[in-house]
């Protein structure tokens, strides 16, 4: 079993409302300090067999199906499946 | 400037739609072997000052502001500000 962690986050440049919500949040709250906020996602992916996992597939899929290859960004890789998922 | 990665996701026992979703369309795209699929949210959060940063407070927050204890858990770390935010 190994688990595939993809990340992906909205580019630099596209604004963040949800984000720039959270930094305003965050200051009522009294977290001082805060010069930014960015919002995205997380994919956590269980695989049967490590061994048997399609790096190139997994590129073009988190490129494609889990983001937005206009206005995001995306990482990944592969962690032992151990490392906690939250 | 420091900068603070929180990433939440549903509890283990909760039921992930979305995630379900997602695992659905990576298997009829020809990606074999998925066992499970989850999706959470990830905050990156720019802070001024990394002496500043109020561990306690932020571990507050990310439990109560970035994430809703009844149904999610949360992990957050401070990452040096070259790590890739993507």
Redesign the interface.
């Known amino acids: 079993?190994a688990r595939i962690i993809v990340?992906?986050?909205l580019k630099?440049e596209i604004l963040d409302p949800q984000?720039q919500a959270?930094?305003n949040?965050?200051g009522r709250?009294?977290?001082?300090?805060?010069?930014?906020?960015?919002?995205?996602?997380?994919?956590?992916?269980?695989?049967?067999?490590e061994a048997?996992v399609?790096e190139a597939?997994?590129d073009e899929?988190a490129g494609s199906?889990?983001s937005n290859p206009v206005i995001e960004?995306?990482?990944w890789r592969v962690v032992a499946d151990t490392e906690?998922?939250?």
Chains 1, 2 share one sequence.
């Not at 709250?29 to 994919?43: I, P, S």
Request: proline fraction near 2%.
């Open positions: 079993m990340e992906v986050m630099p984000g959270v930094k949040a965050l709250l009294g977290l001082t300090g805060v010069a930014d906020v960015r919002q995205g996602k997380r994919f956590v992916i269980d695989v049967d067999d048997g399609d597939r997994i899929l199906l889990l960004d995306y990482a906690a998922g939250a």
